[in-house]
């Protein structure tokens, strides 16, 4: 989908936020809270970025973009190089986070993570379901659009690290609070510590969003025979390929992005066979249930799969 930069904005140190719009002022398509999208450079980059504007303006898609020096460019190039009126191409919006309306809602959120969970808050307000918001980062002229959220004082508790030190999870954590569903997005050590501290809420009461895979052991993969059900084609995958790239091989019509299982372009629906998932998406319940999966880094229990592909 071919949009422009229509305006960016500082919206905290090393923090941009990208405003996009059709050429002609067209609609754009809708999305929900915790949505986002895959924006493809002029270098054809591609990076994925949660949509943090509100989902009722469907002539406007907003991104917040944290400039990491240390990162594969992506960031990089947007804070140095894009401008208004330049045209970039944009692929969804995309959803993997699944925020739906629950009885009251804890967010928390670290930095850049703020990003997916700021429309999050303004729906809860606006059904006016109960909720509570922890912010943190590492200062507070480190963390984005604290002005949107002074509308909400009694809801947010801010973190600047240098100033309050960490969000204390174990003081909002550690006794579950029924009916109440978490949704946190961050660093790596803050996610990890939001899943191990309420490990006992119960299944399904905290959802995350990785901007990153978490690390994993090493795993020995097999070789993999994939039936395409809709081409009516059979590929084997060798050891050491993954099924997106081994059926992209044969021709296949499959898609991907990140390679890491964390974006979701390449949710295939499975058919038959047993899913290795090896992804950052699934929840516990979508991974029992087998019936979709990530080709990038997922693989098969039993070496086969039918793939509705």
């Known amino acids: 989908m ?36 895959e924006l493809v ?42 401008r208004p009126g330049q045209p970039v191409r944009v692929r969804g919006p995309l959803d993997n986070f699944g925020f739906t309306q629950e009885k009251a809602y804890l967010f928390i959120a670290g930095g850049i993570g703020i990003t997916p969970i700021l429309p999050m808050v303004g729906q809860a307000a606006a059904w006016g379901t109960p909720w509570q918001l922890l912010y943190g980062g590492r200062s507070a002229d480190s963390m984005a659009f604290l002005g ?29 609070r029924p009916d109440t569903t978490v949704y946190a997005c961050g660093p790596e050590p803050l996610l990890t510590a939001v899943e191990n ?13 990785r901007f990153r895979p978490r690390p994993k052991a090493a795993r020995v993969d097999t070789e993999v025979e994939v039936v ?15 099924i997106l790239s081994g059926l992209a091989d044969a021709g296949l019509p499959v898609t991907g992005s990140c390679r890491e299982g964390v974006c979701g372009t390449c949710e295939t629906r499975v058919l038959d066979g047993e899913p290795d998932h090896r992804d950052d ?8 249930a087998g019936d ?11 070496g086969r799969l039918v793939l509705d592909v």
């Open 228 to 242: 395409c059900a809709r081409s009516n084609r059979t590929v084997t995958v060798p050891a050491g390929r993954s």
């Open 292 to 302: 979709r999966m990530y080709l990038c880094v997922s693989r098969a229990r039993g």
């Open 2 to 37: 071919p949009l422009i930069v229509r305006q960016l904005r500082w919206e905290a140190a090393g923090v941009v936020s990208v405003e996009l719009s059709s050429p002609d002022g067209a609609e754009l398509p809708p999305w929900r809270p915790g949505a986002h999208v």
């Open 41 to 82: 450079l002029p270098t054809s980059i591609v990076r994925q970025y949660s949509l943090c504007g509100s989902p009722q303006d469907r002539v406007c898609y907003r991104i917040g973009v944290l400039r990491e020096r240390a990162s594969r460019a992506g960031s990089e190039y947007v804070h140095a190089f894009l």
């Open 197 to 209: 501290g309420a490990a006992h809420w119960g299944p399904g009461a905290v959802r995350l969003e």
């Open 281 to 288: 998406i699934l929840t516990a319940d979508d991974r029992a």
């Open 148 to 176: 949107e959220l002074r509308d909400h004082p009694d809801n947010v508790r801010l973190y600047p690290e240098d100033r309050a030190g960490r969000i204390p999870l174990h003081e909002w954590l550690d006794r579950p």
